[in-house]
């Protein structure tokens, strides 16, 4: 009797612990699910708009760079503001969870090729002379401020206040500069 007693209990223990394995999986299923995928998607998707922003900004560079002109719009195409204005609104608008804020803020960035030093024009001023590219090297730069909407707005502040990319929009700003391909346009 003793030996039935022993083996009963055996057999019971086993399924308890079976049991509780298949029991306890939801559980931990719902806290990989909710603490450790969804928080990862939610940065990803935040890095994601982030690239796109700032993809946006080095599109608006490259095509602001290729213009014949700085300022003014010119029979042989658009100008370096104007270009650098609609590539980086159209890129924005392409995806949903980015904005620009402001401006968008173009420069002419004027490097001396026998000291080094660079110049930076003031946001959107041509050139009050015409290049001299024998002595500088000019490049476009384009500034975007933006904000990257996170995936999911979370509405309470709490006792943390406001915390961007969570209870909000995350500010960014983004640099992108090329090579002036055409500088004797950027006094026009």
């Known amino acids: 009797m003793i030996e039935k007693q022993i083996t009963i209990s055996r057999r019971n223990s086993r ?4 049991g509780t394995t298949i029991a306890e999986m939801p559980v931990v299923m719902w806290i990989l699910i909710l603490g450790i995928c969804f928080p990862v998607m939610i ?3 935040g890095t994601l ?3 796109f922003f700032w993809n946006a900004c080095r599109e608006a560079a490259t095509q602001a760079a290729k213009c014949p002109t700085f300022q003014v719009d010119s029979s ?3 100008s370096a503001i104007n270009t650098a204005d609609l590539v980086a609104s159209m890129a924005t608008n392409s995806f949903s969870g980015i904005s620009i804020v402001g401006p968008v803020k173009v420069y002419i960035l004027q ?3 026998n000291s080094g030093t660079s110049t930076q024009n003031p946001d959107r001023q041509k050139l009050p002379a015409a290049a001299d590219i024998d002595h500088n090297i000019y490049e476009v730069q384009v500034e975007l401020d ?3 909407e996170p995936l ?5 502040q709490g006792m943390f206040g406001s915390i961007p990319g969570l209870t909000g929009p995350f500010p960014v700003t983004v640099r992108a500069q090329n090579s002036c391909e055409i500088p004797q346009g950027l006094n026009q």
Do not use: H, M, N, S
């Open 15 to 18: 399924r308890l612990r079976r």
């Open 111 to 113: 490097t001396d090729v």
């Open 43 to 45: 940065l990803a998707v």
């Open 49 to 51: 708009r982030f690239g």
């Open 152 to 156: 999911i707005r979370y509405p309470v």
């Open 146 to 148: 933006g904000q990257v």
């Open 76 to 78: 042989l195409g658009k």
